[in-house]
C-alpha cells in the first residue's frame, strides 16, 4: 500500500538551477496538496488543488509552480531556487475537498531540499 | 481567524510514564482538530481527529484526546510511554477551509 510518493527524497541544488519534485497519490483522492516544513514554523501550505486541472495559491507559493498532471500526480516546480527554499516538502492528498469540514489529510514521506 | 499553539517544543518522560502533549486552538467557528505524529525522516501519520462526535476520541498506538471547548484545548495523552512512541508530534486546526493550520510541533523524548 503505496499512500503517496515522492521523488526525489533528497536533493541538492546550487543557487538559480530548477528542478520538480513529482508526487503521485494510489487512493483515488480528488484533492492534493503541496506543503512545506521548516523548523519551529510547523507546515505551511504551498499550492493545493481540489481536483483535476485545478489548482490554487496556498499560504506561501511564491517561487513555486505545479501541475496536476491527472488525478494521481501533482508536482512541484522551483524554477529558480533560492537558499530561502531550503525546505522539506511534502505532498499530500485527501479524498474531500480541501474545505469540507473534518477532511483529513495523507501525508507523503517527504522530499529534503538544499539550496547552496 | 484560527490559530494553534502547542505547549513545549521538547518533553521528556520515562519509559512507562504517562504523556502529556498540549494543544490549545483559537477557532471562530467549531472546529475540527487532528493530531499528527512525525517519526525521523518520514512523513506526518494521523494519530487521531475530532470531529465533535465525541469529546474523548481515541487514536492509534495507544494514545487519545479530549476536547475541551471551555479551555479551547485538545490535549494529547498516552497512559504508559513505549521507546517507539519518540517522534514528532503536530497538533492541526480546520474550520471548514482549504487551510490546515499546523502546530510548530513538540518532539517526546522517551528516556529508558
Known amino acids: 500500500n503505496a499512500g503517496v510518493t515522492q521523488t526525489p527524497k533528497f536533493q541538492v541544488l546550487k543557487t538559480g538551477q530548477s528542478m520538480t519534485l513529482q508526487c503521485a497519490q494510489d487512493m483515488n483522492h480528488n484533492s492534493m496538496y503541496w506543503y512545506r516544513q521548516d523548523p519551529g514554523m510547523g507546515l505551511r501550505l504551498i499550492y493545493y488543488s481540489a481536483s483535476e486541472g485545478t489548482t490554487d495559491k496556498g499560504e506561501v507559493p511564491n517561487g513555486y509552480n505545479v501541475s496536476r498532471l491527472n488525478k494521481r500526480e501533482f508536482s512541484l516546480r522551483l524554477e529558480s531556487a533560492a537558499p530561502s527554499q531550503t525546505s522539506v516538502y511534502f505532498c499530500?492528498?485527501?479524498?474531500?475537498?480541501?474545505?469540507?469540514?473534518?477532511?483529513?489529510?495523507?501525508f507523503g514521506e517527504g522530499s529534503w531540499l538544499t539550496v547552496v | 481567524a484560527q490559530s494553534v499553539t502547542q505547549l513545549g517544543s521538547h518533553v521528556s518522560v520515562s519509559e512507562g510514564a504517562l504523556v502529556l502533549l498540549r494543544c490549545n486552538y483559537s477557532s471562530s467557528v467549531p472546529p475540527y482538530l487532528f493530531w499528527y505524529v512525525q517519526y525521523p525522516n518520514q512523513g506526518l501519520q494521523l494519530l487521531l481527529k475530532y470531529t465533535s462526535a465525541a469529546t474523548l476520541v481515541k487514536g492509534i498506538n495507544g494514545f487519545e484526546a479530549e476536547f475541551k471547548k471551555s479551555e479551547t484545548s485538545f490535549h494529547l495523552t498516552k497512559p504508559s510511554a513505549h521507546m517507539s512512541d519518540a517522534a514528532e508530534y503536530f497538533c492541526a486546526v480546520n474550520s471548514g477551509t482549504y487551510k490546515y493550520i499546523f502546530g510548530t510541533g513538540t518532539r517526546l523524548k522517551v528516556l529508558a
Open positions: 499530500a492528498s485527501s479524498e474531500a475537498a480541501p474545505g469540507y469540514p473534518g477532511n483529513t489529510i495523507y
